[in-house]
């Protein structure tokens, strides 16, 4: 999996310090589980579109949605240009 883009988000609701990364292949279960290796992982699958939350405490939030290529990341409020190089790294080690 590549992350292709990273996007700031300018109109979320939840946070104002959030991120969008857009990646090379639509999200799958074993992928979800990679990230859920990095915090709590939530998975919400009684939806018709399922969707996951990854909570890493005192760092940040990964939300995503099964088939989709964007995964949200909420990022603590108080920190601007907040390091994302090592889940990029996390995300580009799955191979499945």
């Not at 979320?12 to 799958?28: G, K, R, V």
């Amino acid at each position: 999996m590549k992350v292709v883009k990273q996007k700031k988000v300018t109109d979320c609701y939840e946070s104002s310090n959030t991120i969008d990364l857009i990646l090379s292949a639509p999200i799958t279960k074993p992928f979800v589980e990679h990230l859920g290796q990095l915090g709590k992982l939530l998975l919400f699958d009684e939806f018709d579109i399922p969707y996951f939350k990854v909570i890493v405490k005192g760092e940040y939030t990964i939300k995503g949605a099964f088939g989709k290529k964007t995964i949200r990341i909420l990022l603590p409020e108080d920190v601007e240009d907040y390091p994302l190089d090592s889940l990029v790294q996390h995300i580009e080690n799955f191979n499945k």
